[in-house]
């Protein structure tokens, strides 16, 4: 809806991801892997990690519709809940509160919106002069052109914003087609970007500490960082005004406390986004306030916290748990949550006095050295007594891995395998290591020599190649597939992208059935599993020859070792 009534709108807000777990329509999903297929290069690795993601979720949805009534009422149950589908991005619910507070209107859209090129669509792209595209959710050109050739118009300037607008503005002429690459945190930019509008883009001016480049195809505009360590002073997101828009009740909201982390994981670039190294945060009573604000004017049930760590620091924590309670304010809540915090017994009780119902831990692996690669500063004993507190205490836990970080094998993933055996969580998530982000410490010189770690430096990629002392991304894939079904045959973990949509009211009765029902989604459909099977063994040979066709880079024996299929893992 237009922010104010009787005038036309004139920005276009754009926001979510080509590709994610929200896709409601098959065919458009594969129209955009297409488009994305056209404008990148050397992708199949990225090809080979979607297949993995997509083989739990059609072997699922294909149980689903065969088994039909004779499922049991647990996971029927599980799978009518959609809420976590059904919200917002955060940044469109930022960036159109800052834009009612300019008193610009606006329309909004996401990106399959623009795929689905529909006349809402089509009226929205002729209507609007000035288009917020956010690449939050996008992770590379090759996702970026496609949508740009979707939306470009000879009345249009368009600003590009979000994590990955920072990558793309180091360096280089900018991007053609993309007026203003915006850099840093929209709170300040918003505002320099609608005088901009109001001037009739005639006037760019950067107040300190903001700034200007003006480049060959694009100007980068930098909004400088706040004063202080506090976040306290920035515009609490209109959740109200969203649902206006959207015209329904948001059961769920998300919300953002921190910025950066302090911590400098060798494999994360999150310490370095909105072009800022420092680790911000809001106060606890701030929180409260804006979360009583949230329970008051639109009775939301949770709140989804998409801080890289909530945790911290420890104090704030605390004083915000004895706020909410204090206060009754009687919400349930999602957060990003370090293990060496939850591996304190009264800290995972305090935050579930407090209205904590899920927490999400970055576990990335059982095996003590490759955490130490990782330079990750928590121990397995320290992730072990976290999960083992989680369930204890009655925290859903989901848990993120990475696969083939350097020093990764078949041993340390056997031993990760046997972690996550006896210390089970709720929900996995395992990610293939990734060299997109030129900044991340591992990529440095020092790391690539210590671990003999070669990299594809193709900018037109998700996911570029790479090759250490006992790994390449040829073969890091089938161990995560391996690993994944390992999880699922012997029922020790619950696959996250499978059960998303109904994750937000999972509850520990449920586990049992959905385990069953995920073991028995893989094991009991042999023809469609095998069509898989052909599929990710065509994936492989593609993947082992382009790796091989870069060979001044990969010379490796491994792209072409067939061992990979003699790993075995099995419940003791």
């Known amino acids: 809806m237009p922010a104010v009534q009787g005038r036309p709108p004139t920005v276009l807000v754009i926001t979510g991801g080509l590709l994610n777990e929200k896709e409601s329509s098959p065919w458009r999903a594969l129209r955009k892997q297409a488009a994305q297929w056209g404008a990148s290069e050397s992708a199949w690795l990225d090809l080979k990690s979607k297949a993995i993601i997509g083989e739990s979720i059609v072997l699922a949805g294909w149980h689903r519709r065969v088994a039909g009534r004779r499922l049991a009422t647990d996971v029927r149950e599980y799978f009518s809940r959609t809420e976590n589908l059904d919200v917002p991005e955060l940044t ?74 920072s990558i793309l503005a180091e360096g280089g002429d900018g991007i053609p087609g993309v007026d203003v690459l915006a850099v840093g945190y929209g709170e300040t930019l918003v505002p320099i970007l609608a005088s901009y ?119 704030r924590l605390s004083a915000l748990c004895e706020e909410l309670v204090r206060r009754r304010i009687e919400v349930k809540w999602i957060c990003y949550a370090r293990a060496s915090d939850l591996a304190d017994r009264d800290v995972a009780a305090m935050m579930r006095d407090a209205g904590a119902h899920q927490v999400q831990i970055g576990i990335e692996s059982g095996d003590p050295q490759v955490l130490a690669n990782m330079n990750k500063q928590c121990s397995v004993e320290e992730n072990a007594k976290a999960l083992d507190n989680c369930r204890s205490v009655g925290l859903t836990s989901v848990v993120s891995l990475v696969v083939g970080f350097p020093g990764e094998s078949e041993a340390s993933l056997a031993t990760t395998y046997r972690f996550l055996h006896d210390h089970p969580p709720d929900f996995h998530f395992l990610a293939i290591f990734s060299t997109r982000v030129a900044g991340v410490p591992v990529l440095d010189d020092v790391n690539r020599a210590r671990f003999e770690l070669h990299v594809d430096s193709n900018p037109r ?95 490796s024996d491994s792209v072409n070792d067939p061992g990979w299929h003699s790993i075995r893992w099995r419940s003791r």
């Open 461 to 555: 990629t998700v996911a570029p190649y790479w090759r250490h002392s006992s790994m390449s991304s040829a073969e890091v894939g089938r161990h995560v597939r391996q690993l994944n079904r390992a999880l699922i045959e012997n029922r020790v973990s619950l696959n996250a992208a499978t059960f998303y949509a109904g994750l937000l009211r999972y509850s520990a009765a449920q586990r049992d059935a959905l385990l069953d029902f995920q073991r028995a989604s893989v094991n009991d459909h042999r023809f469609l599993g095998r069509g898989f099977d052909l599929l990710h063994g065509w994936i492989d040979r593609r993947l082992a020859e382009d790796m091989a066709r870069r060979k001044t880079i990969f010379t």
């Open 197 to 315: 509008l109001r001037s009739g883009f005639q006037t760019l001016s950067a107040p300190p500490p903001a700034s200007i480049d003006r480049r060959r195809h694009s100007i980068i505009l930098r909004s400088g960082v706040p004063a202080t360590r506090s976040l306290d002073a920035l515009p609490t997101p209109d959740w109200l005004g969203a649902a206006r828009d959207h015209r329904c009740h948001f059961p769920l909201v998300h919300y953002e406390s921190v910025r950066g982390c302090p911590y400098r994981c060798n494999f994360c670039n999150y310490p370095y986004l909105f072009d800022d190294e420092k680790f911000r945060y809001k106060s606890a009573r701030k929180i409260a306030d804006d979360w009583q604000r949230y329970r008051d004017e639109l009775g939301v049930e949770f709140i989804s916290c998409l801080d890289s760590l909530f945790t911290l620091p420890r104090r």
């Open 92 to 165: 469109e619910v930022v960036l159109t509160t800052l834009l009612r507070a300019e008193a610009i209107p606006y329309e909004i859209a996401t990106i399959d919106d623009v795929f689905r090129d529909d006349r809402p669509m089509r009226a929205k792209l002729a209507t609007c002069t000035l288009v917020f595209l956010s690449a939050t959710l996008l992770r590379d050109l090759g996702e970026v052109e496609p949508i740009l050739q979707r939306i470009l118009r000879p009345h249009h300037r368009i600003v590009l914003g979000g994590a990955l607008a």
